[in-house]
């Protein structure tokens, strides 16, 4: 019954702006570390970002450091990925995961999300 939900995602101009949701139901996000991932086809999956159990602590790749940020809302149970001055390159389907504490260091995850498509356009 658990699951992660990811809404949020559409089509956007290069230098505009979107907002993904990563809605948790079976399970509490405050137990687990949150991340975000995006995959493009042909690519490989890459990661995007993660936020610690106590949501003190931060990750980013580096080619969204500075243009993305990860929160999340307890009361909700709601993980976010706020997405800035978007690139034509930043296309993919975006995946939340999360993981047990170990994540943190391993960057293994074992629960993931459906995906949500984002394109942006030039």
């Known amino acids: 019954q658990a699951q992660l939900v990811e809404s949020g995602g559409g089509l956007a101009q290069a230098g505009g702006s979107l907002r993904l949701s990563c809605a948790a139901s079976g399970r509490t996000v405050s137990n687990y570390v949150m991340a975000w991932f995006r995959q493009a086809p042909g690519k490989e999956r890459e990661f995007v970002a993660t936020m610690s159990r106590s949501g003190s602590s931060t990750k980013y790749s580096n080619s969204v450091k500075g243009r993305f940020t990860i929160s999340r809302d307890n009361a909700k149970n709601t993980v976010y990925l706020q997405m800035n001055s978007l690139k034509p390159e930043d296309t993919g389907v975006y995946y939340c995961?999360?993981?047990?504490?170990?994540?943190?260091?391993?960057?293994?995850?074992?629960?993931w999300g459906q995906g949500t498509q984002v394109t942006v356009s030039s």
């Open positions: 995961a999360a993981g047990d504490s170990s994540a943190w260091l391993t960057g293994l995850y074992t629960y």
